[in-house]
């Protein structure tokens, strides 16, 4: 018999296969009584776990050291020492005899009391190994669950990823050429792994609560996350009503992708700009494909998560922009300076866990700036690499600026890199575009400001209802009421929209509202004329505002403006939404 769960549909499509679970919550936290007999057993099962860990340590070692250079072999060297180190299995398998307690319980308790002794210690540098004592550790707590993440990238079929949680830090590890789809029981529409997803048109569903045990009893399952519903073992019927609507989808996609050197142009001839977002630099095939006219926002800091444990030198920055630049010619690349922090961590940059607030902490610019050797590293590769094109091919973007200073900053910083290059030989043109993101209340309320100081502004708007609204982007308790239908967001984007007119900046929109069918009216309303995207959003919207006059989104904005609550302005939208798509034939 088939059962099924609900959660929230947040990156378009249907998958089905075999599923595969991946749990970060440790089972460990049960303490579970072993009979006498079977202690043995435990502390072989133990044994065992810690092998696998410390293979596939090795594994990652070798890779690693292949990759990057034997150098960074030193960090798994010494995770394996600590693997194996009897300091820490000794008591483990003491613990798990003389209490006669699981494998999990015994490296829980150890783990307590190693982790205080290394808080303890005064010295900062010595107190942050318990981060990679830590890692370990929850290696090895998998190993002893069964599947484990470096499992998976050695997964050779297909299959759709059921997991508790999936950080983006973990999600670039997967092969996601073998993601079906995921099913999550955390995360939110706006979180970076759903980001990512999207791009590479992987289907997702999130807080779909209960999918790991669920899924752990099924054999294959199928997840529509157009209806936000995951079918576990799917009768003939279901199966074949899936597979029917995901041919459907299919021959949709291929249909836009056949329209995809039309101009982007309203029907009254106001000509827009579609540009893509890029996570992995592996995703620009997927925005050529699309016909972009740019990237508007790569996300450098993926770079940083994708090599962790190591860290990307100027080199490794200068081949990867220098790629996406000449890739892209003749349109532009907008690179992002590191914007790390929050939920997107670099435990080599900033430590794990260590605020209590990260969201509100020191992420984006702010990291930028307490970290200056990163910073200035990332720096001047962005530099090198925008003097081997024209001026304006490569433009660099400040993440999270909640003030006029940072920004004045940033551009001191970047006039005296390019004075040091210069000394030394380089050539570093002047003109380079510097632009700051607007994700942050305080930045949109001075946009008339701030569009004076920088070359262009990038309204992020993932982070920007994050923080007008005071609703947590990742965490789909409060999903429902994280819209960007708000008339304080709306509001809020129209002032950004009309200080970039007034001083002559060039505005773009850079979150996910871009992409957002819904919101694609209101926005070409107020007059913005690009837009910037995961690339497999382009060809919807670009049908959508082929629909559309310019005259009429004004209108849809005005009206749109005179609501005073989101779910007024939504239910308008779709109303306006319903009628522009009855012309495309085309489901969003
Ligand atoms: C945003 O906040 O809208 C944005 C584009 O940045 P990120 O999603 O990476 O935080
Ligand atoms: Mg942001």
Known sequence: MSRALSG?????????????????????????????EKVDAEIERFRHAVAATVDHIQENRDRASQQMGEEYAAIFEAHQLIASDPSFTGPVEKVIREQEVNAGWAIDQVLEKLIAKFEALPDEYLADRKLDVLDVATQILHALQGLHLGQLEQLDRPVILVADDLPPSAAVQLPLDK??????????????????ARSLGIPVIVGARGSCEEAKRSRRIALDAFEGKIVFDPNPAELSEYKSRQREYHEQQATLLQMRHVPTVTRDGRSIQLLANIDLSNELGHAMDW?????????????????????????????????????????????????????KLAREIIGEGSEANPVLGLRGIRLCF??????????????????EFPVGRLKIMFPLISGIEEVRVARLLVREISAELRAVGHEIPDGIPLGAMVEVPSSAIMARELAREVDFISIGTNDLIQYTLAVDRSNNLVADLYRPTNPAVLRLIAEVIAAG???????????????????????????????????????VVRALIRQLSFREAGQIARQAAKFVTARDVEEYLLERLAFLLAKTKIQV
Request: charged share 20%.
């Open 179 to 196: 993601m079906l789809g995921f099913a999550l029981e955390m995360g939110g529409p706006t979180s970076h792994t759903t980001i990512i």
């Open 291 to 343: 016909n972009v006219a740019g990237v508007g926002l790569y996300r450098s800091e993926f770079l940083y998560m994708k090599m962790s444990p190591a860290l990307p030198t100027e080199k490794d920055h200068i081949e990867v922009y220098r790629e996406m630049v000449s890739k892209m010619a003749p349109h532009p690349v907008t690179i992002r300076t590191f914007d790390l922090g929050g939920r």
């Open 370 to 387: 307490s970290k200056p050797d990163f910073f200035r590293a990332q720096l001047r590769a962005l530099l090198l690499t925008a003097g």
């Open 501 to 539: 007119e007034a001083e002559n900046t060039d505005v773009s929109m850079c979150g996910e509202m871009a992409a957002d069918p819904l919101m694609v009216p209101v926005l070409v309303g107020l007059g913005l004329r690009s837009f910037s995207m995961n690339p497999q959003a382009v060809p």
């Open 8 to 36: 929230l549909g947040v990156s378009p499509g249907i998958a089905i296969g075999e599923p595969v679970v991946h749990e970060t919550r440790p089972i460990s936290t049960l303490r579970i009584t072993i009979p006498p």
